[in-house]
């Protein structure tokens, strides 16, 4: 059983790869997730969880996860939206681990992101541009470069503090590889 503290530090993704890497060489491949403690969701953390966890069930671990509240489960971290067959980031692409394979679901992603974005804050001048080529930019290199079939990423606004988190992630060979 692990038990994870939270959701909003960067730090329990590590904890969690150690934990499974522990886990399995100790001859486990059922692990439990307990999610009793989490009170809040981040991007940079569920998405690399999400991504994670769908590495290692390729890899033929199992996971059964208990007490998950509401709204995580809202985010869909723990099974990603496969934004090829879920048409719901058009209207409402915010709080969801996406899973994206094509250009065209990059495209369709990044627009849903930019209108969103637009509709909710007043942005500076260039502001959506740069957000716009930034997120094309990574996401077209998670599927040129990466070698990997799937790339996964989550937005949030944070109208409080006026800030948008965006995570996106893959589990493909590495920015080193990539350049070899």
Known sequence: ???IPSLSSPFVVGNFIRA???G???SYSDFVLDFSNIEGVYPNVCVPLAGFLEYYQSE????EYRNVPTFLDL???LKP???KDNNAHRTSPFNVVWKFSSPEEVHSLVSS???AVSKAAVCQKGV???LEWCLNETMDNVLQHANTVYGYVMGQIHSTSQHIALCIYDSGQGIFNSLR
């Not at 033929?60 to 996971?63: A, D, P």
Request: aromatic share 12%; hydrophobic share 40%.
């Open 1 to 3: 059983v692990l038990t």
């Open 20 to 22: 499974v890497y522990q």
């Open 24 to 26: 399995r060489n100790c």
């Open 60 to 63: 033929g671990l199992e996971f």
């Open 75 to 77: 985010t869909n971290a």
């Open 81 to 83: 939206s496969i934004a």
């Open 113 to 115: 992101y930019l209108d």
């Open 128 to 130: 959506i541009q740069g």
